[in-house]
């Protein structure tokens, strides 16, 4: 039943806070009043879909000491991004990237400017990058870039990650918290129209600070990121 209700009413309440973020897009305290809302409708939907969140208390208190990072994660759903919404501290901010087109679209367009996200045009890498490193260089400490790099959602394996993350974190001089999210491609996979009930697990690995990674070019920074979380989350499946 609760799912069902999610189908008629979560369009409803999407289009309330877009309209909301359209009226009062320049007013800063909406903002931070804005995010946790967002925050708290994210935990909402999952409890409505009946899907779990597994995390250790080690895991929490790393992200709530987490300041001036970039948040890579691996990328198995459309889940992936409200699940780490739902785990984030009240006083962090995610910022995801969102291609352009996005941005055109009335009320959305609106909603997505208020949460600071930033847009990209996915036919020029060389311009996405560059625009990412400029935004990411005037976030404040709690303001955490999100990027899957990965680059497309993958199953059952680790796939080989891009270089645009790292790049973006040496030259903004930020360090790299590792996220590993498991199961949520069983619960929501490909084609499916909706999610199965189930549990989510997340590891959240030490981030590692800018002073650590300063030395290492961007691929090689991009390989030591991906055989850490490889290592710690993902052994039981094939690195390719």
């Given at each position: 039943?609760?799912?069902?209700?999610?189908?008629?009413?979560?369009?409803?309440?999407?289009?309330?806070?877009?309209?909301?973020?359209?009226?009062?897009?320049?007013?800063?305290?909406?903002?931070?009043?804005?995010?946790?809302?967002?925050?708290?409708?994210?935990?909402?939907?999952?409890?409505?879909?009946?899907?779990?969140?597994?995390?250790?208390?080690?895991?929490?208190?790393?992200?709530?000491?987490?300041?001036?990072?970039?948040?890579?994660?691996?990328?198995?759903?459309?889940?992936?991004?409200?699940?780490?919404?739902?785990?984030?501290?009240?006083?962090?901010?995610?910022?995801?990237?969102?291609?352009?087109?996005?941005?055109?679209?009335?009320?959305?367009?609106?909603?997505?400017?208020?949460?600071?996200?930033?847009?990209?045009?996915?036919?020029?890498?060389?311009?996405?990058?560059?625009?990412?490193?400029?935004?990411?260089?005037?976030?404040?400490?709690?303001?955490?870039?999100?990027?899957?790099?990965?680059?497309?959602?993958?199953?059952?394996?680790?796939?080989?990650?891009?270089?645009g993350a790292f790049s973006i974190a040496l030259q903004s001089h930020r360090g790299i918290m590792p996220i590993c999210i498991?199961?949520t491609d069983n619960l929501f996979p490909k084609g499916k129209f909706f999610p199965t009930k189930g549990k989510v697990y997340?590891?959240?690995?030490?981030?590692?600070?800018?002073?650590?990674?300063?030395?290492?070019?961007?691929?090689?920074?991009?390989?030591?990121?991906?055989?850490?979380?490889?290592?710690?989350?993902?052994?039981?499946?094939?690195?390719?």
């Amino acid at each position: 039943m609760k799912r069902i209700s999610l189908m008629f009413y979560g369009p409803l309440v999407l289009a309330f806070w877009v309209t909301l973020a359209a009226l009062f897009r320049h007013n800063e305290k909406f903002y931070f009043w804005y995010i946790s809302q967002i925050k708290k409708w994210c935990q909402h939907i999952l409890r409505s879909l009946d899907i779990e969140i597994v995390i250790s208390a080690e895991s929490r208190n790393i992200f709530a000491k987490a300041i001036n990072v970039v948040l890579v994660a691996n990328h198995r759903s459309h889940l992936d991004s409200v699940i780490l919404l739902a785990i984030c501290p009240l006083d962090k901010h995610l910022v995801f990237a969102a291609k352009k087109e996005l941005f055109r679209v009335p009320l959305l367009g609106a909603g997505l400017r208020q949460t600071k996200a930033i847009c990209v045009d996915r036919t020029n890498a060389r311009k996405t990058i560059s625009t990412l490193i400029d935004k990411t260089t005037k976030l404040n400490s709690n303001e955490i870039l999100v990027i899957f790099p990965e680059g497309t959602r993958g199953e059952k394996k680790l796939r080989k990650f891009k270089r645009g993350a790292f790049s973006i974190a040496l030259q903004s001089h930020r360090g790299i918290m590792p996220i590993c999210i498991k199961e949520t491609d069983n619960l929501f996979p490909k084609g499916k129209f909706f999610p199965t009930k189930g549990k989510v697990y997340i590891n959240i690995c030490d981030v590692i600070p800018y002073q650590n990674i300063e030395k290492y070019r961007d691929i090689e920074l991009a390989n030591l990121v991906r055989e850490i979380m490889h290592s710690n989350c993902f052994s039981d499946e094939p690195i390719i």
